[in-house]
């Protein structure tokens, strides 16, 4: 059996052009909606350990409150995932000069990245098949991009994203999706427990750009190759407000889709495994929700509402040679997977 899939009408853009909202439910019940504005992923709804089911992605209930804009919840976030600092980098002898809107630097593809456009969408068999074509010059990106991003609701209670892009230039391309997760459905996830198959991360300056170094994780607050509490040691980390907002360096890149995280929340018993054929996952664990956003169900979001484990090339790798590179040739495919697996843990 193919998950169903049902489309219905989400709202209407400013431009007056129709959004869609797809949900995706497999043989086992278990629930995916996504929507054509940003290919958002904005609810998934798994059981725990008596089958009661809850929504464990944050997100809102209607088309006007994404456009009002949001911390990337649930997006498709691009073209590169993640900061280049001061937006600049040098591409083959050029110099190249992106939009800038984290401060002073670039983030998640710009001000208008493709979290923020209509992509296309086609319903298919237990899928959906968002597609976008980001014109040579967008947000100072060298080339025109032709982008394609497939959601698929397994019967195993994964929800597969598949990515696909080809260029006419020379561009960076690091895809990922931004879903930020709480198994519990509520509350916040400071007693969730992750394992991470990284035995390093890339420290990063005052302004999260990283130095260009791998350190290792072992000593220090941000080991989590073996399981640990997310809240056991967050204020060891320091900061105002202390949290995760790192990047790790897995040990399963190049190898094809290799486990990279684990998250269990003990209650419920929910577990999400995540697995990727990237090199790295951005661990960010809300830090500066404030409960001023309000999801869905009228539910204010506060601090530590929910975590991203966000697949990824390395941030700023068109700056540091040594990592991992993300420029994407003609004649080339940039193809990348990510898989949400689900279970329960016995109780």
Partial sequence: MTARVEATRFGTMPDGSPAHLYTLTNAHGLVARVTDYGATLT???????????????????????????????????????????????????????????????????????????????????????????????????????????????????????????????????????????????????????????????????????????????????????????????IVELGGDPPGYDHNYVLGGAGKGLAVAARLTEPVSGRVLEVATTEPGLQLYTGNYLDGTITGKGGVAYPRYAGLCLEAQGFPDAVNHPGFPGVILRPGQTYRQTTALRFAVRPE
Avoid at 111 to 123: A, C, Q, R, T
Avoid at 146 to 173: G, H, K, N, Q, S
């Fill in 43 to 233: 609810a998934l709804s798994v059981p725990d350990h008596t089958g009661r089911l809850a929504d464990v992605v944050l997100g809102f209930d209607h088309l006007y409150q994404y456009l009002q804009g949001h911390p990337y919840f649930g997006s498709t976030v691009g073209r590169v995932a993640n900061r280049i600092g001061h937006g600049r980098f040098v591409l083959d002898g050029q110099p190249i000069q992106l939009a800038l809107n984290h401060r002073e630097h670039h983030l998640h593809g710009g001000p208008v990245g493709f979290d923020k456009v209509l992509w296309h969408s086609e319903p298919l068999d237990g899928a959906v098949r968002f597609t976008h074509v980001s014109p040579d010059g967008d947000q100072g990106y060298p080339g025109q991009l032709e982008v394609a991003v497939t959601m698929t609701l397994t019967d195993a209670d994964a929800l597969i994203i598949d990515y696909e892009a080809t260029t006419d230039r020379p561009t960076p391309v690091n895809l990922t999706n931004h879903a930020w997760f709480n198994l519990a459905g509520a509350g916040d996830i400071l007693g969730h427990v992750l394992w991470l198959a990284a035995d390093g991360y890339t420290p990063t300056d005052a302004d999260l750009i990283p130095t260009g170094e791998v350190l290792p994780v072992a000593g220090t607050p941000l080991d989590f190759s073996r399981p640990v509490a997310i809240g056991a040691r």
